[in-house]
């Protein structure tokens, strides 16, 4: 699995309707054949920045999702609404998708 985390940082006055500009991108991306999760969180410390976790399928897919056209407007819409160049985390894992964590699991309620 490729499995990719990218922070963004968007400008104050467009951090609410972050979600709206990439909308469309999003639901493309997730319509990949070989997207596993492209999931968006918000920082609870900085409203402006935002989080994407993304997962594929394995290198082939993650070229296949640079190469679509969705890809490039998406950077488009989003290059006049960020307001520092992304940070990212790139790396190639043998897992493939999210795995149960061991050390916590859910108890009745007292």
């Keep these: 699995m490729i499995f990719i985390a990218v922070r963004f940082t968007v400008r104050p006055d467009r951090a609410d309707d972050w979600l709206d500009v990439v909308a469309d991108f999003t639901r493309a991306t997730r319509a990949e054949p070989g997207n596993l999760f492209y999931d968006w969180s918000r920082s609870v410390d900085d409203p402006c920045v935002y989080?994407?976790?993304e997962g594929f399928a394995d290198a082939e897919a993650g070229a296949a999702h640079v190469a679509a056209p969705?890809?490039?407007a998406?950077?488009?819409a989003m290059a006049p609404?960020?307001?520092?160049?992304?940070?990212?985390i790139?790396?190639?894992t043998p897992q493939?998708?999210?795995a149960a964590m061991a050390e916590?699991?859910?108890v009745d309620a007292p």
């Design 104 to 106: 916590l699991t859910p």
């Design 70 to 72: 969705h890809f490039a």
């Design 96 to 98: 493939q998708g999210w």
């Design 74 to 76: 998406g950077l488009a």
């Design 90 to 92: 790139h790396v190639d």
């Design 81 to 88: 609404v960020i307001a520092t160049t992304p940070e990212i």
């Design 51 to 53: 989080t994407l976790l």
